[in-house]
């Protein structure tokens, strides 16, 4: 079974800010399932568990019509604050040597803390073999120009490849990040620049508000690069970004990064599905570029690197049968917390990141 300090260690930062104590006894809890179940505890996976060939590399797919390509599973960023500054820069050189060069990062991370270690580890070549993703809390032109500049100079990067708007979760985010001095004309006007090359959004709340961003995009002229969204054995059932925003996004040729295949463990929790299954389904999912996901130590990662070279699509059996034993744990969302609560609402923290840059 796959260890889970990837996902767990999210579930941590978001439901302890949220709910306490309550919420930590709650990842306790799916730490203590896996741990019966055979699996590893989190961070704290052996490093020749998963053992990767030499040479092997992770494979490739198209990031939409960018004409990019992104490996097919991407390094998370907020782990990167979890570990020694030192093991970070090692997890990054490591993902990028075996060709996972998609680096996922936000503006928020850890205080800033996630981008100013990934800006140390692309230093000496290592940017070369990169594309760079960061994500940006603003609203108005003014907060996501300041945000914007900020990230650069943590990442230590004359151009990111990639700038998200992030958590767009609220019904009139659309509206707010397209009006006259959103955060739309700051990240065009950053484009012609040369400060970015794409520009994508992200949120977790609802299929219809990222399917209300694509239509309000459309109405102004705009087409998004990217997409993130859930993309889990649960979401398949309940409020389902797979199966009503990626075709949509498939249809306008935005490419879709899936995140969150695990639910920060809360899968694991319901005994609905192991790891192993959770991540397989999600980078299964037809059209997606890459499945994001979180490597807080060197075993970890390996993990990762491990299903990715060696990864086989899902055959449909198996597909349809891991979801017909999904089903009833995807009622409600009852363990897709992030659609039901505001756990994971990392801009509910702190709402003056909106409107404003912190310095």
Not at 114 to 143: I, N, P, Q
Not at 202 to 226: C, N, S, W, Y
Not at 342 to 350: A, P, R, S
Request: net charge positive; hydrophobic share 40%; charged share 25%.
């Amino acid at each position: 079974m796959l260890a889970t300090a990837i996902e767990v260690a999210m579930g941590t930062r978001r439901q302890f800010l949220a709910a306490g104590a309550g919420a930590l006894l709650a990842v306790r809890a799916a730490t203590k399932k896996e741990k019966q179940a055979g699996g590893a505890p989190p961070g704290n996976v052996p490093k020749g568990r998963f053992p990767v060939p030499d040479g092997a590399q992770v494979p490739s797919r198209p990031l939409g019509r960018t004409g990019v390509r992104v490996s097919t599973v991407g390094l998370g960023g907020y782990h990167l604050g979890i570990p020694s500054e030192a093991e970070a820069v090692r997890i990054i050189h490591s993902a990028l040597d075996r060709g996972m060069n998609f680096l996922d990062n936000c503006w928020d991370y850890n205080g800033g803390e996630s981008e100013r270690r990934m800006g140390k580890a692309l230093a000496g070549g290592y940017r070369e073999k990169a594309f760079v993703m960061t994500k940006l809390d603003g609203r108005t032109a003014k907060s996501t120009s300041d945000q914007l500049g900020q990230s650069l100079q943590r990442l230590r990067v004359e151009t990111i490849d990639l700038v998200q708007i992030h958590e767009v979760i609220r019904p009139d985010d659309p509206e707010r990040v397209f009006a006259p001095g959103g955060s739309i004309e700051a990240l065009v006007a950053a484009r012609k620049a040369g400060k970015l090359r794409f520009i994508g959004f992200t949120g977790h709340k609802d299929p219809d508000i990222h399917k209300h961003m694509l239509e309000v995009a459309r109405q102004h002229g705009f087409r998004f690069d990217t997409v993130q969204m859930p993309l889990n054995v649960l979401d398949a059932h309940y409020r389902s970004f797979e199966r009503e925003v990626l075709p949509v996004a498939q249809q306008d040729g935005v490419a879709v990064l899936g995140m969150k295949p695990i639910c920060a463990g809360l899968i694991l929790q319901s005994g609905a599905a192991t790891a192993e299954e959770c991540l397989r389904y999600a980078m299964s999912v037809p059209g997606i570029a890459t499945t994001i996901t979180g490597c807080d130590s060197e075993g970890v990662l390996k993990q990762a690197l491990f299903l990715a070279i060696g990864f086989k699509p899902m055959a449909d059996d198996e597909r349809k049968a891991l979801l017909a034993r999904t089903a009833a744990a995807s009622q409600g969302g009852q363990w897709e917390k992030f659609k039901t609560t505001q756990m994971f609402d990392g801009t509910e923290q702190n709402k003056r990141w909106l409107t404003s840059a912190q310095l």
